[in-house]
């Protein structure tokens, strides 16, 4: 809740893409729901993509902020972007845990994800709240996930799998 006041501050609303480079985490997790209670939709970036890459995703979808973590940052070209290290705590000092209203309904964007691109160019995919939840219960339906379940989550942050992982273990239970 305090990474999503912190970004509400910063202007998110819903279908603003923001960057996300982190190792797979706690941080990681935390991101990407603070992101999502912003309003905002989260665009994956794998810190470990070749430079050029990273740079492609960053221009095409207009991120103007990333959050990552401190020892990631010499990996990502973040000149002219606002970045939230999310290891620094004490970023979020002084904001609330207060639940935000919603402002994302079910034909807003959750995330964008890049693929190879048959060209060799990436392209982003634009993934809706609404498919997330329908992948969600699928998942939970197929596999008959419980609150008592566990869930290993093996994907990269970059990787579309990455949304079975998590989404299905925390919508679930």
Not at 32 to 58: C, E, T, W
Not at 100 to 114: C, E, F, G, K
């Amino acid at each position: 809740n305090q990474l999503a006041h912190v970004l509400r501050d910063r202007g998110v609303k819903p279908d603003t893409l923001i960057a996300i480079a982190c190792e797979r985490s706690l941080e990681m997790i935390i991101g990407i729901l603070g992101i999502l209670k912003a309003g905002g939709a989260y665009v994956p970036i794998d810190p470990n993509y070749p430079q050029d890459r990273i740079h492609f995703m960053l221009e095409d979808t207009k991120s103007t902020i990333i959050l990552t973590q401190q020892h990631l940052l010499e990996k990502l070209p973040i000149e002219g972007k606002e970045i939230i290290l999310m290891d620094e705590p004490e970023l979020l000092n002084g904001y609330s845990t207060s639940t935000l209203a919603p402002l994302s309904q079910s034909h807003h964007l959750a995330y964008v994800i890049y693929t190879s691109g048959s060209t060799g160019k990436p392209k982003g995919v634009m993934i809706e709240h609404v498919s997330v939840l329908n992948l969600s219960q699928a998942e939970k339906d197929f596999c008959n996930i419980s609150s008592q379940s566990r869930i290993l989550c093996v994907a990269s942050i970059s990787f579309d799998a990455i949304g079975w992982d998590i989404f299905g273990a925390l919508l679930n239970g």
